[in-house]
């Protein structure tokens, strides 16, 4: 899922974005929250879920009630971390790869791959995207976000890189605009492609309290962001 230039699984501490989701305050915090909020209204009523990349399995331990949920990553450390966590009957995670769900004939409902495909090339991405699209069922739906690289998001990442101990210079390699994203996913073979933008200044303003902060962003999402969100959100059909 991941390509090997970026050594993942000994630079990013096992939990270390959902540690700082736990905090429950400030930006960072608030970024997380909005982000997996965005992404499962656009889910619909999945019966079962698979979430890729799935990290240390925030979205799926707080915002996936009474769904059958599987996370998969390649840092066995995020995933161990992810199970002792969040694991439990309904949600499990795993270290398997792609192809061996589909050889043991998996479908899914819904599939999320949430900020991980700027960590691919042009070639991975493509290719995990058809991956993912053999394992959804007929009427399943895709949802992907990623950094809209037309926005603030690079003064944004800029500011991230200097002030967080985890840096993004290597590891955001392909950097998406709105067009490429709808040009990947067609040429991973979807249909119904539609591909957005979310996540404007709602997430700074949390500096002035989660309610101003929720406030803004019922107000962005009014305006679809006016198309300038930070983040490209994406839902297609197999």
């Known amino acids: ?38 992404v499962a209204a656009h889910l619909g009523s999945p019966r079962r879920l698979l979430d890729i990349g799935c990290g240390p399995g925030t979205f799926i331990g707080n915002y996936l009630p009474g769904i059958e949920a599987l996370g998969i ?11 002792r966590t969040y694991g439990s009957a309904a949600h499990r995670f795993s270290t398997r790869p792609l192809a061996s769900l589909s050889e043991a004939g998996e479908r899914f409902d819904a599939v999320t791959v949430v900020e991980l495909i700027e ?4 070639e991975t991405a493509i290719g995990l995207l058809s991956e993912a699209r053999r394992l959804l069922a ?14 603030l998001w690079p003064l944004i990442e800029l500011g991230v890189n ?13 950097k998406y605009r709105r067009g490429l994203l709808a040009a990947h996913l067609s040429a991973a073979g979807y249909r119904d492609v539609s591909v957005k933008t979310a996540l404007g200044l709602a997430p700074f303003a949390a500096a002035f309290g989660l309610g101003t902060a929720n406030a803004l962003h019922a107000i962005e999402t009014d305006v679809n962001h006016l198309g300038t969100g930070n983040l490209l959100l994406a839902t297609a059909r197999p």
């Open 1 to 38: 899922m991941e390509d090997a230039v970026y050594d993942y699984e000994s630079r990013i501490p096992a939990g270390f974005y959902d540690k700082v989701y736990q905090q429950q305050v400030g930006v960072r915090y608030c970024w997380h929250d909005l982000k997996f909020r965005t």
């Open 73 to 83: 990553d390649l840092s066995a450390s995020q995933v161990d971390y992810a199970r």
């Open 119 to 122: 960590h691919l090339t042009p």
């Open 138 to 151: 007929p009427d399943g739906v895709l949802v992907v976000t990623t950094p809209n690289y037309r926005s």
């Open 162 to 174: 200097a002030l967080s101990p985890v840096s993004y210079i290597e590891q955001h390699i392909n």
